[in-house]
């Protein structure tokens, strides 16, 4: 190699490494610059993970539903992770954590808690439905409501702040952005609990029907099943199908399954088994939730909620047809459960029938639409609530 040409290969490796320098220096020397928030997010979720891993599974929650929390500050000090402001752009200022919990089964759902002041602050579903301050909540119209101590709101002058025990946010009317998709699922909230923990009903259902019970019945003599969901260890077949579903045995319409993911986001919740009589007026849930079954992983909806969805004045009964009217719950086209049983007698129970309820005998056979309790953990991503732009759950690894 000549002089000159050597000249040329020595001018340009020192621009390489000029180049290099400068990137470098622009990335704060370790590549770490210039990260999305939902970047640092995912780095705190993966150092929280090396961590226990480290430290042993001992140190995660043993019960169901139990949280534990490590600090950034935590795996900052272990070397897991470095400074949160060193991955910023302008060093933003931010501190956070990583919520750990117990979804059961042996299934942890790691969450992030990042905040950046008025940058970035991680967003909870939650709080997107409800909105900032209780922005999205209506007195009138199709949209989500205050229901306190069983009544709901009907004037802004009387809507109650968030943490009230007795409070709870329902979904009602036939016009309501209230979609959720996981993976291929789609499911609607019906209602938010006084802990954030969001009531969801899948906007699909089973691909075959199933009876809602039919061991033989001592009353009638015959087999038309018995309409107890489940007493002192005895279950009916809606409470064995919908442990199916849960296990991802019951198959799905239109070649969907049941996501698996659905089980990290999952809180125990208790449901309300009780029964109650045709003509029973009570939307509150006061008559159903006589008798809780608790610990749920899922179940199907209370006969209560498919009234209370309804804004007609009318539907002063389960079985009124006024029920089906300006209801998202009526929309559903098929032939499908309720969890709800009929007090006047021991072999029938409530059921959907595109846009109204009646009573059906247990052994009749129906789609099974299973309810499941989201926790208050789930951090939104994007949409924004209809068929066709869902509100989406970010999941981290």
């Not at 622009?26 to 929280?48: C, H, P, R, T, Y």
């Not at 986001?265 to 029973?280: A, F, N, Q, V, W």
């Not at 009749?364 to 309790?373: C, E, G, S």
Request: with cysteine; glycine share 8%; proline share 2%.
């Amino acid at each position: 190699m000549d002089k000159q040409m050597m000249k040329y290969v020595g001018i340009l490796v020192g621009l390489v490494v000029l180049v290099v320098i400068v990137l470098l220096l622009m990335n704060g020397g370790g590549g770490n610059k210039n990260l999305s928030f939902d970047e640092i997010e995912d780095k705190m979720v993966s150092a929280a993970k090396k961590y226990v891993k480290d430290k042993g599974e001992d140190i995660l929650p043993s019960v169901k539903g139990d949280s534990f929390t490590l600090d950034v500050a935590n795996l900052v000090n272990g070397d897991y992770l470095d400074e949160l402001s060193s991955y910023t752009k302008d060093n933003v200022s931010c501190t956070g954590a990583v919520v750990i919990y117990n979804a059961g089964n042996g299934n942890y759902d790691y969450v992030p808690e990042l905040s950046c002041g008025s940058n970035y602050e991680t967003k909870k579903l939650s709080t997107t439905l409800i909105g900032e301050n209780g922005s999205n909540i209506v007195v009138e119209g199709s949209g989500l409501y205050q229901r306190l101590d069983g009544k709901f709101v009907t004037a802004y002058e009387d809507l109650y702040g968030s943490g009230m025990e007795n409070l709870e946010y329902v979904y009602r009317g036939d016009e309501v952005n209230n979609y959720v998709k996981i993976d291929d699922n789609l499911w609607r909230v019906v209602a938010i609990d006084s802990n954030q923990n969001m009531l969801m009903i899948l906007a699909n259902h089973s691909k075959k029907t199933y009876a809602w019970d039919d061991k033989f019945n001592e009353e009638v003599n015959k087999s038309h099943g018995i309409n107890t969901y489940e007493h002192n260890g005895l279950e009916s077949n809606a409470y064995k199908t919908v442990q199916q579903f849960y296990d991802g045995e019951i198959p799905l319409m239109d070649k969907e399954e049941y996501s698996t993911k659905t089980k990290y986001l999952i809180t125990p919740m208790d449901l309300c088994i009780g029964k109650r009589s045709p003509e029973d007026s009570d939307t509150s849930g006061a008559i159903e939730c006589q008798e809780v079954l608790n610990d749920q992983v899922m179940g199907l909806l209370p006969a209560y909620y498919f009234m209370s969805a309804s804004l007609d004045e009318n539907c002063t009964s389960i079985t009124s047809k006024s029920c089906g009217n300006y209801n998202y719950l009526a929309s559903f086209d098929d032939f499908w459960w309720l969890l709800t049983g009929n007090s006047d007698d021991t072999y029938e129970a409530y059921s959907v029938s595109k846009k109204y309820v009646d009573v059906s005998l247990c052994k009749y056979k129906a789609d099974i639409r299973p309810i499941i309790k989201i926790g208050s953990r789930a951090v939104y991503s994007k949409g924004d609530g209809t068929k066709d732009n869902p509100y989406t759950i970010k999941f981290y690894g």
